[in-house]
Every structure is written in C-alpha cells, then in structure tokens.
C-alpha cells in the first residue's frame, strides 16, 4: 500500500520540513511502519552532508539501545578512522540518536569507492551524501520521526518523503524509503508498488558493481536510475527508460539538488494525484496530502499512465 508525497517551490524556498509532515502525517493510514524524508535544505553549498547509521531502531524506550551504546560507539570510532585515512576533513558532526548520525565533511575524490569504503565497516550505512540532500528514515509515523530528528524547521526548495507498510521486506531502517541514488549525490527516491523483476535485475546491476543495501524492490528503482546517469543518460532519459526496463505496478518520485520527477507505469494502478502552479507543485498517493498544506479550493488531477514529469527549482 504505501504512501508517498512530494513538493517543489519553484523559484523560493520554504519551510519544507513541516510541510512535508504534514502531507506523510496525512498519509499514516497508507503505512504506519516507518517514515522516511529527503529535505533538500538550505545549506551553504561547499561541503557534503552525510547522514549514516551505525545500527538499527530497537525501539523507543527499550533498554537494548543502552546495552548497545558501546558498540555504536565503537562503530562510530571505526567511521571517523576510516574517514581520516580517506583524506575526509570532518567540519561538524552531529549525533542526532544513539545509531544516527549526521557530518559536515569536505572530500574531494570517487564517492563510489568512498562510500565502499566506508559501508565495508560491519553494519554501517549510509543513508545519503549531498550538498543540499539531508535524507532521514526511522520506525513510527511522520510527527514521530520528525520531532526525534528536529525536521519541523528545515527550510529548502523541495521535498520527497514516503509512508511504509512493510509487505515485501522487514520492518527496519534499512527498507525503509527514500533510497539514496548511489553513488551520486543529491539524489533520493521514493516508490508505491511493486516490481516482479526485482531480483533479475539486482543480479544484472550487482555485475555491473552497484551496490543494494536491503532487499526492499524499491532500492532498485534508485540503483537502476544511478546506473543509467553513470553511464550517461540525464535523470529524465533514466526515469522514461525505466518504464519497460521495470516491470510490475508502480509510482515513485525522484528528486535531485534542482529538480523533482515523477514516473508512472503503463498500467497506471498505483494512484497519485497531483497539483501544479507557477509557484508550486505538490503530490501525494491521495488527495488529502495535498489538502494537509493547501486546505483552499484547488484543482488537482491524475497523471496519465506511462508519464513522466520532472521540475526544475
């Protein structure tokens, strides 16, 4: 089932990460077992961000974090010594839970082999790397994970963000969405549906080198664009490609550091509705999303089956 929800301010930013809240809030009912955000946030520009996890949820309230704060912090030690040796200058870092963490960082080289680097480390992930991305994923609904990560005040231009019900995978952090695009920066995506060739073409992309984290379908949809703008193609080339190169029913957004997309199957089964202006374009699985941030008189409709729509900042 799933939900998902987007939004670009075309020209302007705005608080972002509120209003992203409130259209995943809206959207609870369509999957209360994680929640994730891609924030493109007003940051200076010069150094990456990156968010990463050196462990999983267990639980608000449980006493296994404690038990576990050794060997988070143990892990943590081993990212900062990997980091040094890569030539990485950290300039802030931020632990924002006991497995969560978020760096300011300068680096300059391949951020494929730095993010190899860096995930060989037992149970560490990066979640995303970006200038402007801050891409945030956790168990529970949208007000939850955004009070535990203090995402109410992030102001930027554009945002994705998805409401899960586990169905093909665990209840964890790792299948939750968005999906980073590795090993690019800046880019995220978020799906709502489900791809039948999933594994055949995992094995094709992990012979070609990209790397999966879980076993969730949606990931695919992230590595199978990353490896198409690897070899060249533009993100909008990627996303028509991925019409017939992806089968099965599905919706997902994909957002970059200037431009939000959307793509369709060719059956159309997954809803999405969605609203444009001058000033803004907003989408969601369901109506009520968009009405969570524009509660006037609007006219929203329903893309056609087969389209594929990308905005620019």
Known sequence: MCGIAGLIHRGKSSNVGSELQLMLQALKHRGPDSTGYALYAEND???????????????????????DSSVYDKRKK??????????????????????????????NDDLM??????????SVEILSIGKSLEL???????????????????KGTHAIGHARMATESGVDIKS?????????SDVS???NGQLTNYWNNRRV????????????????????LAEKM??????????????????????????????????????????????????????????IAIRSILPQEIDTYDPFDGEVKVWQI
Request: charge should be negative; proline fraction near 2%; glycine fraction near 8%.
């Open 136 to 154: 945030i994923k956790d168990l529970g609904d949208a007000e939850a994970v955004s009070k535990r990560y203090g995402l109410a005040d992030v």
């Open 78 to 107: 081993m990212v900062d010594q990997m980091l040094s040796e890569l030539g990485a200058k950290v300039i802030k870092e931020d632990r924002l839970t006991p497995y969560s963490f978020r760096y300011e960082m300068q680096f």
């Open 230 to 287: 690897r070899n060249g193609a533009t993100l909008e080339e990627g996303m028509k490609d991925s019409l017939s190169g992806l089968d099965g029913v599905f919706t997902y957004f994909v957002a970059t550091k200037d431009s939000l997309g959307m793509a369709k199957d060719t059956m159309a089964a997954k809803p999405l509705v969605l609203y444009e202006s001058d000033d803004l374009v907003a989408m969601g699985s369901e109506e």
């Open 113 to 122: 082999e730095f993010s190899k680097k860096i995930e060989s480390i037992e």
């Open 205 to 224: 992309l992990e012979n070609k080198g990209m790397r999966f984290m879980s076993e969730c379908d949606s990931e695919l949809i992230a590595v199978y």
């Open 176 to 184: 939750a969405h968005p999906f980073w695009g590795y090993p690019f």
């Open 189 to 191: 995506v978020v799906h």
């Open 45 to 67: 520009g010069q150094n990456f961000i990156m968010r990463f996890k050196v462990g999983e949820n267990v639980g608000e309230g449980s006493t296994s974090i404690n038990e």
